[in-house]
């Protein structure tokens, strides 16, 4: 499996922007489609956007589309997730996985995990 470090957490206030990163190693990256998910307190983690193994195709769960973008550089085995016009409500652990088979919005079948970095978005 992959290895996964995210970065780039912290506070903002709302209209905010942050960009995480995921660093990836141990494996072949640009094997990997990859995606990023997110936990608040007490509720489910919750599918937020993925980029397949090229970078050439992108999802993105609604409640984030036109406002997140990830990318990918597979010569850095990194990928980021550009978090603009931040609201309250994107206050979130957020995590990096990679799935090595499926370019998928679904949680389970992403084989590898980061230890999330925390968003916090004040009002």
């Known amino acids: 499996q992959v290895q996964l470090v995210e970065s780039g957490g912290g506070l903002v206030q709302a209209g905010g922007s942050l960009r995480l990163s995921c660093a990836a190693s141990?494996?072949?990256?640009?094997?990997?489609?990859m995606g990023w998910f997110r936990q608040a307190p007490g509720k489910e983690r919750e599918f937020v956007a993925a980029?397949?193994?090229?970078?050439?195709?992108?999802r993105y769960a609604d409640s984030v589309k036109g406002r997140f973008t990830i990318s990918r550089v597979n010569a850095k085995n990194t990928v980021s997730l550009q978090m603009n016009s931040l609201k309250p409500e994107d206050t979130a652990f957020y995590y990096c996985?990679?799935?090595?088979?499926?370019?998928?919005?679904?949680?389970?079948?992403?084989?590898?995990w980061g230890q999330g970095t925390q968003v916090t978005v004040s009002s």
């Open positions: 141990g494996r072949t990256f640009s094997d990997y489609n």
């Open positions: 980029i397949s193994r090229s970078g050439g195709d992108t």
């Open positions: 996985a990679a799935s090595a088979r499926f370019f998928t919005t679904r949680l389970t079948l992403y084989d590898s």
